[in-house]
Nanobody
Framework: QVQLVESGGGLVQPGGSLRLSCAAP????????IGWFRQAPGKEREAVSC????????YYVDSVKGRFTVSRHIGNNTIYLQMNSLKPDDTATYYC??????????????????????WGLGTQVTVSS
């Protein structure tokens, strides 16, 4: 039932960096657009970034632009989210998700999580001094 597997989360001080990984044991990630979402306690799940399968375009919400970078490694069948200059507001459980429906574009911040077909269980990121 676990379709995607996230890893790389942890505790980091403000200004630090983490790299999250998203692996797919049972399918080829390059066939799907992939989104990174996060959810803090008491808050709704929100999209932070995505990467298209059609043209490899990458999109970010304004709050992470210039700090986060999403990438795809074809050989490893893995999607990465490099997170730099982390802030306490970045604290959340981070999820990757894959979609067979269009969702990834300039309005990634308004992406509906229900459009995503496959999810992982998440990895915790805590930014604190």
């Amino acid at each position: 039932q676990v379709q995607l597997v996230e890893s790389g989360g942890g505790l980091v001080q403000p200004g630090g960096s983490l790299r999250l990984s998203c692996a797919a044991p049972a399918f080829t990630l390059s066939w799907y657009a992939i989104g990174w979402f996060r959810q803090a306690p008491g808050k709704e799940r929100e999209a932070v970034s995505c990467i298209r399968n059609s043209d490899d375009s990458k999109y970010y919400v304004d709050s992470v632009k210039g700090r986060f970078t999403v990438s795809r490694h074809i050989g490893n069948n893995t999607i990465y989210l490099q997170m730099n200059s982390l802030k306490p507001d970045d604290t959340a459980t981070y999820y990757c998700a894959a979609s067979g429906k269009p969702f990834c574009g300039k309005k990634i911040g308004a992406a509906d999580p229900s459009l995503l077909d496959y999810w992982g269980l998440g990895t915790q990121v805590t930014v604190s001094s």
